[in-house]
């Protein structure tokens, strides 16, 4: 069944994070089935708009940015106006929210009026959020926890109001259950575009290495990925600081607000060129980038999956990752790379040495990655939410028949 589907979010690509790109692929992977696709995500300015991308429509609602705080994070300061006109006139058969903030809470509002069902993605944690609060060290330990209870609580006033909620792992889906959500959980993979990010021997390895001012000759490992404490980038330099040999170096791509630390932390471990800062690097860019990698590495203690992780991996990479959040779903100890012990740079220290005494094994290993991407092809994503939509869309329209048609004249509407 042919849908028109309105998709919120609070980011859209170019925006380099996972719910961006997740909500990207699915929203032009649903175009691609000849459904009808309106995004709502904010503009980043006080004016809005309208544009096609991809063959989906995309309205940006006016708001302001938190910036240089924050700078992914935009406020809808009244979204309402810009949410409501757009029902009317697009009339969707579906609502699907990918977060729980101002916009996105608009849209729920809007669509219960409407009697439209909703279904919404879960993508946050409460770590991914107040790692970045300026809250003194002296007090953090004590106040954290109820920060992150408050920050639940917001989050679940909103999704405990939907019909069906989606997350990415099991993992994901355990922790929602733990903190007390009501409607139905589903894992569903964010997806990975096996097309796009692939094994590609066509790929100049010395000239993209030399592009990024990386050594031609060192095995390279190399994160990709937000630039924020939470991602846990200072227990690698710390790692490579403690690791005895010189034939290896990180590359850091991605921009955000831990970068500047890392710089200091980089000058004063004296990891010299050992640490590239990569900054922002173009999404069409990233397939060569990894292609012209050894292994993947990923130190975040809260994933809920970690796209970056599968794009890694549909390349042919070996991982090493913390065993934290959903990573050991996807990293296998001795298959497909190695995990080690969350926020421990020793621990870290000997997976990387132990990774630099396997070179022979890094082909078997990229291929035991590849192997384990299969099942989270983007397109396999898209054809599970076609399929989750029909059925919600069904209940909807039988619950309606339900309370509000006699059942005489159930078989002529």
Known sequence: MKMKILISSQTYMPDANGQAIFTTNLAEGLVRKRHEVVVLVPSGSLSGGREVRNGVDIGFVPAFSLSPWYPSVHITPIPSLSVNPLFDEFRPDLVHIQDHYFLSRSVVHAAGARGVPVIGTNHFLPDNLSRNFLIPSAIRSKVMPMVERLLWRNMLSLYNRLELITTPTPTAADILTKQGIVPPVQPVSCGVDTSLFRPDPGVDRIAVRRKYGLQVEKALFVFVGRVDYEKRLDVLLRALALLDRDDVQLAIAGRGL????????????????????????????????????????????????????????AVGLPVLAARAGALPELVEDGVNGYLFKAGDAEDAVRCIARLLEERDSWEEMGQASREKVIPHNVENTVQTYEGLYDALVEVRARDYLTRFVRPQDQHSV
């Open 258 to 313: 831990h970068l500047a630390a890392l710089w200091e932390l980089a000058k004063s471990l004296g990891s010299g060129e050992r640490v590239r800062f990569l900054g922002f690097v173009p999404g069409e860019d990233l397939p060569s980038l990894l292609n012209v990698s050894d292994v993947f590495v990923m130190p975040s203690e809260a994933e809920l999956q970690s796209i970056a992780t599968l794009e890694a991996m």
